[in-house]
């Protein structure tokens, strides 16, 4: 796909988890992690040519978060880099074209028109998470898997699931069929 270009200056989520959780880095160093969108193509960081052109991105990348944090040479004060491209999503993640965030929500792709969390071709098969009815992120993907949860137990109301789940919960499914059998045997660790 042509019309496909890496962004920049890009979108750029970032976390810095050791400033809560210390473990996450070696001492005197932070942890920082940093979620850019890239375009769903498997060819990206498929080559070496390709990975060293990711890497001019990836500089750029924390230029431009160090500007925003006013951390002076933040390129040149990061010591370990993990990068997972496209490619690594397609090939290792089975990421349909390398897309990590599943579906855009584009309007062809977004409610009534994001795929069922039920497959239409497998029995008893259910889905959760990003590609799949409601949406990407990480609370959405959280309420895909309770409607799964919620469809495993015959519930179809609005409420969510009770936090923590009562003693017994699951094992009171009210489905009769297979996936009523499924949530049983979670519940009391037996087969179905």
């Known amino acids: ?18 400033a809560t959780d210390p473990s996450t880095a070696p ?9 850019v969108p890239f ?3 498997p060819a990206l960081g498929a080559t070496a040519a390709s990975r060293a052109a990711l890497d001019q991105h990836i500089a750029r990348y924390l230029d431009q978060v160090g ?6 040479r933040l390129r040149e ?15 290792e993640l089975g990421a349909w074209r390398g897309g990590a965030l599943g579906l855009e929500h584009s309007l062809a792709q977004s409610a009534m028109f994001r795929p069922s969390n039920v497959s239409a071709k497998v ?4 889905f959760a998470g990003s590609s799949t009815a409601p949406g990407i992120g990480v609370p959405i993907c959280l309420i895909s898997a309770e409607l799964v949860a919620k469809r495993l137990l015959g519930d179809t109301g609005a409420s969510p699931l009770p936090a923590p789940l009562p003693a017994g919960y699951l094992a009171r ?4 069929d297979g996936l009523g059998a499924l949530a049983r045997s979670l519940a009391t660790g037996e087969a179905p």
Do not use: C, Q
């Open 173 to 176: 499914s009210k489905r009769a």
């Open 67 to 72: 500007r925003w944090a006013g951390i002076d």
């Open 27 to 35: 001492d005197g160093h932070e942890n920082l992690a940093m979620l």
């Open 77 to 91: 004060r990061t010591s370990v880099k993990k990068v997972l491209t496209p490619h690594h999503f397609a090939t």
């Open 1 to 18: 796909m042509d019309d496909l270009t890496v962004p920049h200056p890009a979108s750029i989520y970032v976390s810095r988890t050791s």
């Open 123 to 126: 029995p008893n098969l259910l």
């Open 39 to 41: 375009p769903a193509d």
